[in-house]
């Protein structure tokens, strides 16, 4: 079965969810600081095929060692469990690279079944297919393996920012706003502040625009939101 590391200081909750993931089969670890998570997870890059982290842990914050990770080109799948739901906080973790997020207090059930999202997706990845590919102004966009290529450059998308793209794309020339983003995308439904949009669409413009501060493919439309046009 799969290999998880469970990032999480709270004793019980780190214990109840080892036992239950042990049940399923699963080799589970616990780490309860964000360091040494970090480390060990560094250590040995082919250690855990999914990571459940944490927020708030001591040592570093679970949004700092996703974004260490990411930025050490490092992709493990990583749920993260945010202790509110506020869609800041949820914004904040797919920004530093999270695959995806759970709110405390979750059901155990759901939890079982973004894992096994997760992990499905990574063993489809493993295995030698054809990957639904979007391709368009020239980039391909590999749906699967979360990989944008331009040219002869390939880059490493989170599934957040791989979301946004699609969608962008699949609305070719239509202005979508900030709030449709927030709701079709990633199914955040509270008023939040909608900036955090603009960080995501800064990256995306670094990977597809030839020069990123004048876009031509990914359009800001004062009052509304963004556009893509080929
Ligand atoms: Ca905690």
Known sequence: MSRILIVEDEVHLADGLRFNLEAEGHTVDVEGDGQLALDRLQANRAAYDVVVLDVMLPGRTGFEVVKQLRTAGHYVPVLMLTARSRPADVLQG?????????????????LL???RGLLRRRQWLQQDHEHEQLVFAGRTLDLEALELRVGDKAYQLTQME??????????AGRAVSRKSILEEVWDLRED??????????????????????KP???????????KFVE
């Open 94 to 110: 797919f920004e530093a690279g999270a695959d995806d997020y759970l709110p405390k207090p979750f059901e155990l059930q759901i």
């Open 113 to 115: 079944a973004r894992l």
């Open 162 to 171: 791989c979301d946004l793209l699609q969608y962008l794309v699949r609305n």
């Open 192 to 213: 939040t502040d909608t900036r955090a949009i603009d960080n995501f669409i800064v990256r995306l413009r670094r990977y597809l625009e030839a020069d990123p501060t």
């Open 216 to 226: 031509k493919h990914l359009l800001t439309v004062r009052g509304v939101g963004y």
